[in-house]
């Protein structure tokens, strides 16, 4: 008896797989802010850091297999284990080493020194790791591709940490803040680049981004960023509605930038995804691009405006 044909998967549309990532998003996160709010200092501290590493680890497993599949060369091993080593010792440093020396705690550039402490020594190492390469010629590629990698993934996550961390105010409603504010910008372009969209922005890149999509994202973040700061402004020091605005037009403009970055990436790559962590959805990477762009922001936002 010949054997039945296996059904092709039934491929999921737009709507679906923007809900669904979403949907993965929202879990993912609540996650996340469910340990640093957690009563446990355990739970609020290190769980928080493995989850992070989590994602940084995740994050740049991906990253590298869009190079190579690029025709690039990478030293993902090295990549990996420096994106981890970075989280880490930020980490150890916010809350060990300035819980003992309260008076440099109050300095957030303290923190940015030792994080740079930390890339240079990477960067040696990257440079020790192309030496022992007996094979690859390629070492402009190879430190290339590495560093940005490191770059892309854990050092923009790490703002996570330095804004959880600030001195002065409770970070963790800053995180829930640019967090629900870039997920709204998410839906504003998905809901008006679905219903209005005509004007396609970089269809070279991305096909389906509009600019009617581009103004819902603004729309929906600001929006978001309004609401949230009259809901929580016990929490939020410094915070105003005019800071609020700004934040909601400023979030929503990089988080379409950084969905087109990686959008970027994949379409190098040949890939649609990328990753295959979640069937249908994609990897860690297509539920981060947008938020990885943003913990900057908010960072310098908290920063040089807010707490200023």
């Known amino acids: 008896m010949a054997d039945t044909p296996a059904t092709p998967p039934i491929a999921l549309s737009k709507g679906q ?3 669904r990532r979403l949907s993965s998003t929202i879990v993912l996160w609540a996650v996340v802010l469910t340990s640093i709010f957690s009563s446990n200092a355990f739970v609020r501290e290190y769980v928080f850091l493995g989850l992070m590493m989590l994602l940084a680890w995740t994050g740049l497993h991906e990253f590298y297999a869009l190079v190579e599949k690029r025709g690039l060369v990478c030293f993902r091993g090295w990549g990996i284990f420096g994106g981890l080593l970075l989280m880490g010792a ?5 809350t060990a080493y300035l819980r003992q020396n309260p008076v440099q705690s109050l300095m957030p550039a303290k923190a940015n020194d ?12 990257l440079c020790v790791r192309q030496f022992l390469a007996k094979s690859n010629t390629a070492g402009i590629q190879a430190i290339s591709t590495t560093l940005f990698g490191l770059m892309y993934v854990p050092w923009l996550l790490n703002f996570i940490q330095k804004i959880t961390f600030f001195p002065g105010v409770d ?8 967090i629900l504010v870039t997920k709204f910008s998410d839906l504003g372009a998905y809901c008006t680049g679905s219903l209005i969209g005509k004007h396609k922005m970089i269809p070279r890149i991305s096909p389906g981004k509009t600019w009617e999509g581009f103004a819902g994202a ?3 973040s600001t929006g978001a960023s309004v609401g949230y700061a009259l809901l929580m402004k016990p929490y939020l020091k410094g915070m105003t509605i005019t800071h609020a605005v700004i934040l909601g037009v400023i979030l929503a403009i990089a988080a379409v930038i950084g969905d087109l970055i990686e959008s970027l990436f994949k379409r190098e790559a040949n890939v ?4 295959k962590l979640f069937p249908g959805i994609g990897g860690i990477l297509d539920l981060l691009d ?6 900057p ?5 908290l920063r040089h405006v807010l707490t200023h």
């Open 272 to 275: 649609k995804d990328s990753g």
């Open 297 to 301: 922001i908010m960072y310098l936002y």
């Open 114 to 125: 030792f994080e740079t402490s930390v890339l240079i020594l990477f960067v040696l190492g």
């Open 290 to 295: 947008s938020l990885l762009f943003n913990a």
């Open 171 to 178: 970070g963790r409603f800053y995180v829930l803040y640019f």
């Open 218 to 220: 603004i729309v929906f």
């Open 90 to 94: 930020t980490f150890f440093y916010l």
């Open 17 to 19: 797989i923007f809900v």
